[in-house]
């Protein structure tokens, strides 16, 4: 019987490993970058589509990130944009390239990306973000 409950324990404390993961949640900005896409950091010519970002050297990780997928939301404003956050609650992006030192935000998403989450005439935005 003993033995069944610490089985049953180490079940439960594994399942949460798994169910916790996504609730972590940090915060940074978010900008934009336009067309071309390609070629890209990660993929070089390959096409990506749309929902796409570059990554800072804050989640770059020496190009580990590549491929990484991100949910990002729209928090705030960074500047005298009263209400920038519209749309869409969040996007998922995919990270294709990096954004080099000096990078502005914390991820540079998408010129779509960020406009599903935000009116573009802010430029910079207040985001919370995690891996998914």
């Keep these: 019987m003993a033995k069944l409950s610490i089985l049953l324990c180490i079940a439960i404390a594994f399942m949460l490993s798994f169910t916790l993961k996504e609730v972590v ?3 940074g900005t978010a ?7 390609v070629p890209s950091a990660c993929n070089g010519y390959q096409h990506d589509g749309v929902m796409i ?11 580990a990130a590549c491929g990484r997928k991100y949910k990002v939301k729209c928090t705030g404003a960074t500047n005298q944009s009263p209400h920038p956050c519209r749309g869409k609650k969040y996007v998922v992006v995919k990270v294709v390239d990096y954004c080099p030192s ?6 540079d998403l998408s010129q779509e990306a960020f406009a599903s989450i935000a009116d573009p005439d802010a430029g910079k935005i207040k985001i919370s973000f995690h891996q998914v």
């Design 25 to 27: 949640a940090h915060t």
């Design 31 to 37: 900008t934009f970058y336009t067309p071309p896409y």
């Design 53 to 63: 970002a570059a990554a800072s050297d804050a989640i770059w990780d020496d190009g």
């Design 102 to 107: 000096g990078c502005e935000s914390t991820i």
